[in-house]
């Protein structure tokens, strides 16, 4: 038996607990920015790992380039000039005697500019496109070099996660630092400990976890770039399996413990449940009622219920996440519905309360735009008990927010809130005596055997059928030459009352390249259509700018709005009836499949246009088929496991499960038996391994209930 407790990140020596500061060249600010990575300690450092990889070992001559490619060149400036084409830009010409390269740069500064004087030798590093005057690099990475032969990389350059303030080549340094201690104390393992049983890794034939790791941070220049984008090698294969193991870990405790505690039995003595049905407007679907049988027989248990309640985009999640608060309510206790942003909870609370105010209930709205009189009235009634639905974001669980009687939590996980701020909300609850019952919804279709590991903490409804009458979104492929198009076709969508999404490409993890490519897209959107009212939001926006710039497109009052992110356009926009998505051929097929979601809310027939960049690749081609074929997301689910194969991963990591670093639920889909088996050794019999491979992985936040 271990009683609840918060795992401790000191296990494992001394030496592997060495402040991050311990390091050459890392204060106090430094510190805090890495913080943001999830760096703490020195070997936290070994556990940032790449997304991907460039190889730079070799320069590419400029005249052997073509559109698309990432390369290294390098050439002698021939010419550097500031013009102004729509904005201000420096443009320099490089030549390297087989051709010329122009290089473009939004963001610079005299200083800059003076650098690329004519004659300078630069090395580069960029993606090619074409530009106007040939193939161009947008602000690439560059440095001057004295002469011919000046060494190249030794081995390929990774890319890691990018935080504010802290540029690749010092993460790089920082992380060259910890590998050279790694290396120093091979004789003993390395200041990495391995926390998984022999007997569980003898039998996969990976490697050491010291020699992966070093293996992943510096491939030789003779890796298969093929192999490593596929994440398919051993070294990879190795660490996803330990992170895999983590997270299923931390989830298998988790739900044990919650399921260990008192929970109220909700019986509807009021039968308000069954009056809220019957007044809709419309009949429950077959797969409806299943869902809300197996969340009946949860709440009237006396043990929390812990349910997923996973269901495509429009499928009707919310009709029965509202049939059990009606059950609650009518208990005569407290419910708690959690969306991740305001406008979510807005659109929540406004179905919610014509839901419930035929049937003399109050439901209430707390969140941070509310006036301070509306708030601390709201407050006071959900303390005292009066209120029995509240709608909220992540609010609802900060100090100062109390409920009389909270039974049950509600959590809308378009982007799946982290199993921490669930159980803060819940902790709300304490004051009964008893658990809250919990109800979760997602729109991310996934394979049972993978929800099983994804959401090992939860059980698990499938609503699978879709209503009625509801219109199928048009889906359309279109190559990029035909972009101007598709330009005209938003602006008739435009003129005929229609609004708009433009969702910017993920080719680049980099934040600064993201928000410059959609500030991009959004200037030259404006520029070719200039009585359409363009709006634009991206990852880097503090969070009032863009509720407001996605509250003005909701009003109408932005007709079309250029986004980075599927998590910016999640709100419900009916007469939104047109997305063009950039690069489709770069995204994963559920990402494709989500953001397509954000149309068809309405009556009016939508279209979906997917924008590729030829060549396409035979597996790329394969996505844009099933995109294009169906609407199923279960079938797409389906279809997206089986496509994404042992060295045909490509594109965007699947979201929507767990942050997860290096593994990917479908690519590894293999290892999840083993990991199963895994979990209930080290459950059964090393017990004391649990906490710090977890923390390892998740960080020293998660916390750990008792384990019977």
């Given amino acids: 038996m271990v009683e609840a407790a918060t795992i401790d990140p000191r296990r494992g020596g001394a030496a592997e607990q060495r402040p991050i500061t311990a390091l050459r060249g890392v204060g106090a600010t430094l510190a805090e920015r890495l913080q943001r990575l999830g760096v703490t300690r020195v070997q936290d450092l070994l556990f940032v790992l790449p997304l991907r990889y460039e190889d730079r070992t070799r320069v590419v001559p400029i005249g052997t380039l073509t559109a698309g490619m990432r390369a290294a060149v390098e050439g002698e400036v021939q010419l550097t000039e500031v013009a102004y084409r729509g904005r201000r830009q420096l443009l320099s010409r490089i030549a390297d005697g087989s051709g010329f390269l122009t290089l473009r740069f939004f963001h610079f500064s005299a200083a800059q500019q003076n650098g690329l004087a004519r004659g300078t030798r630069l090395r580069c590093f960029g993606e090619l496109r074409r530009g106007p005057f040939g193939l161009e690099i947008v602000h690439p990475e560059y440095r001057r070099v004295l002469a011919d032969g000046e060494p190249l990389e030794e081995t390929l350059t990774p890319i890691y996660p990018g935080t504010e303030g802290v540029a690749q080549g010092r993460l790089r340094a920082l992380i060259g630092q910890a590998l050279g201690e790694l290396e120093a104390h091979a004789s003993s393992g390395g200041r990495v400990r391995d926390w998984i049983p022999q007997a569980v890794l003898g039998p996969l034939g990976l490697p050491s976890l010291r020699d992966a790791l070093i293996y992943v941070h510096r491939p030789p220049r003779e890796a298969r770039l093929d192999e490593l984008a596929a994440g398919r090698h051993p070294a990879q294969r190795r660490l996803a399996f330990e992170e895999l193991l983590a997270h299923h870990l931390s989830l ?84 708690a519905l959690m969306a991740p942003t305001e406008l979510l909870a807005e659109q929540h609370w406004r ?134 198009e598709v330009v005209q076709r938003i602006l008739d969508a435009c003129r005929s009352g229609a609004q708009v999404y433009w969702v910017c490409p993920l080719i680049d993890e980099a934040e600064e ?25 991206h990852g880097r926006m503090p969070p009032g700018p863009k509720e407001q710039t996605m509250a003005a497109f909701k009003s109408g009052k932005i007709q079309l709005l250029v986004a980075t992110t599927v998590i910016e356009v999640g709100v419900d926009v009916p007469s939104a009836t047109l997305m063009v998505i950039e690069n489709a051929e770069r995204m994963g097929l559920a990402q494709l499949h989500q953001l397509r979601g954000r149309v068809g809310r309405g009556s009016d027939a939508s279209t979906c246009v997917l924008l590729y960049r030829a060549p396409l690749s035979e597996l790329a081609r394969e996505r844009l088929k099933v995109i294009r074929e169906t609407n199923d997301g279960f079938e797409i689910a389906r279809r997206d496991l089986q496509l994404r194969g042992p060295g045909e991963l490509l594109g965007t990591r699947q979201t929507g499960l767990s942050q997860l670093r290096v593994a990917d639920l479908i690519r590894d889909a293999d290892l999840l038996p083993r990991v199963h088996e895994a979990a209930e050794l080290m459950l059964r019999a090393h017990l004391d391994s649990v906490a710090p491979l977890t923390s390892r992985w998740i960080g020293p936040g998660e916390r750990y209930g008792r384990v019977g």
């Fill in 513 to 537: 390249a993201r928000y410059q490519a959609a500030e991009e897209t959004a200037a030259v959107l404006a520029e070719a259509l200039p009585e359409v009212r363009v709006g634009l939001v």
């Fill in 351 to 484: 179905n919610f309360r014509d839901w419930f105010h035929p049937l003399g209930i109050t439901v209430a709205l707390v969140s941070g735009s509310l006036p301070a009189r509306t708030r601390r009235s709201a407050l006071a009634t959900l303390a005292s008990g009066e209120i029995p639905i509240v709608i909220g974001t992540h609010a609802l669980f900060q100090e100062g927010i109390e409920f009389a009687r909270l039974a049950l939590v509600i959590v809308d996980e378009q982007h799946r809130f982290g199993v921490e701020q669930r159980l803060e909300l819940a902790e709300k609850a304490r004051k009964t005596g008893c658990f809250p019952h919990q109800l979760i919804m997602t729109a991310t279709p996934i394979p049972r055997t993978l929800a099983m590991t994804a959401y090992a903490d939860l059980d698990i409804s499938v609503i699978d059928e879709l209503p009625p009458g509801r219109t199928p979104v048009r889906t359309v492929v279109i190559p990029q030459q035909r972009r101007q």
């Fill in 252 to 335: 298998k405790v988790l739900k044990r413990s919650v399921q260990s505690d008192p929970a109220l039995p909700l019986e509807d003595h009021a039968g308000l449940a069954e009056r809220l049905l019957g007044a809709l407007p419309f009949r429950l679907t077959g797969a409806q009622r299943r869902a809300l049988a197996e969340v009946d027989a949860d709440l009237r248990a006396g043990r929390p219920m812990v349910r997923l309640l996973q269901g495509d985009v429009g499928c009707g999640k919310t009709v029965v996440a509202a049939a059990a608060a009606a059950r609650a309510a009518g208990t005569g206790v407290q419910v």
